[in-house]
């Protein structure tokens, strides 16, 4: 997959429009549904986005993104995409509804096939949705494709629900409509090396401050070095400074400082609290295995 930050002519483009924020199971169906056109018809997909969102904009800062920007671009490509253009917000925030159709995606990507999820909205205060896409379609000749909101238990699937979630620890709930393991990766960094005095010897990581924040707690984990137990949070009992993301993993003994560690999250297991001593952390620990 081709990666650009600024438009060029590429037409003949069977593109999907959309922020893409965790690229979730919804935004999956927009998106494949771009490719599957294109791969039908003998063209090229596209995804066309943004490098920020749009609330940096407008309000001058950002939500707290599912996925970092590096690993929204590798599920991206992993749907096939051919071409990804990631542009800047700012610059094409004042054109209404009609300019963008006309000034940016006809002529620069004469379309072929446009798909959008239900809820797009695009254009000077929101002024294009779906139903303008369809209206203009003939006009500018392409075929357009309104996805149809992706529900699971009855609940749509959206990003801020997936926020949401996430932010109360639900992680199950978040999970099934990601349809993966929310996740982070970092290098691994040296703590108060606490947990190998108690048996409990941990990989400890900085929590990426762009990413939707965990309530502080343990949680069960999956990690590239097997699975394990984590602890969010500030880490009380020993009086830890600063939040960080502390993995202990399974019957896993060696030294991986400075290497990549990924984890995925199963389920939160309990909140943080502080413990009248390590003898008492221990046996919650222990406990807390358990429970994975």
């Given at each position: 997959m081709q990666i650009f930050s600024e438009l060029n002519k590429n037409p003949?483009?069977?593109?999907?429009?959309?922020?893409?924020?965790?690229?979730?199971?919804?935004?999956?169906?927009?998106?494949?549904?771009?490719?599957?056109?294109?791969?039908?018809?003998?063209?090229?997909?596209?995804?066309?986005?943004?490098?920020?969102?749009?609330?940096c904009f407008f309000y001058g800062k950002s939500p707290k993104y599912i996925l970092s920007g590096k690993e929204r671009e590798n599920k991206i490509q992993a749907l096939g995409v051919d071409y990804m253009y990631e542009l800047d917000f700012e610059s094409i925030s004042g054109l209404t509804a009609d300019e963008y159709l006309k000034d940016v995606l006809v002529k620069y990507f004469s379309p072929c096939a446009i798909s959008t999820g239900w809820n797009h909205n695009f254009g000077y205060k929101k002024s294009g949705n779906a139903k303008f896409l369809h209206d203009n379609s003939k006009k500018f000749g392409y075929e357009y494709f309104e996805l149809a909101p992706q529900k699971i238990n009855n609940e749509i699937i959206s990003s801020s629900t997936i926020r949401?979630?996430?932010?109360?620890?639900?992680?199950?709930?978040?999970?099934a409509m990601l349809g993966y393991q929310f996740y982070t990766?970092?290098?691994?960094v040296k703590g108060q090396q606490i947990g190998r005095t108690i048996g409990f010897r941990t990989a400890n990581l900085?929590?990426?401050e762009a990413l939707v924040e965990l309530?502080?707690?343990?949680?069960?984990?999956?990690?590239?070095?097997?699975?394990?137990?984590?602890?969010?949070?500030?880490?009380?009992?020993?009086?830890?400074?600063?939040?960080?993301?502390?993995?202990?993993?399974?019957?896993?003994?060696?030294?991986?400082?400075?290497?990549?560690?990924s984890?995925?999250?199963?389920?939160?297991?309990?909140?943080?609290?502080?413990?009248?001593?390590?003898?008492?952390?221990?046996k919650q620990i222990e406990n807390d295995i358990k429970q994975l």
């Open positions: 003949g483009l069977s593109i999907a429009l959309g922020f893409f924020d965790g690229v979730h199971s919804g935004h999956r169906a927009v998106i494949q549904n771009a490719v599957n056109y294109a791969k039908k018809n003998d063209c090229k997909s596209a995804v066309i986005t943004f490098k920020e969102h749009p609330c949401k979630y996430l932010s109360r620890g639900e992680i199950e709930k978040a999970n990766e970092g290098t691994v900085i929590y990426p309530p502080h707690g343990v949680y069960s984990v999956e990690t590239n070095f097997g699975k394990g137990i984590a602890n969010f949070g500030t880490r009380p009992t020993v009086n830890g400074e600063g939040t960080l993301l502390e993995i202990h993993i399974l019957d896993f003994d060696k030294d991986i400082y400075g290497q990549t560690l984890v995925k999250f199963n389920k939160m297991i309990r909140a943080e609290k502080k413990f009248p001593s390590l003898d008492a952390l221990k």
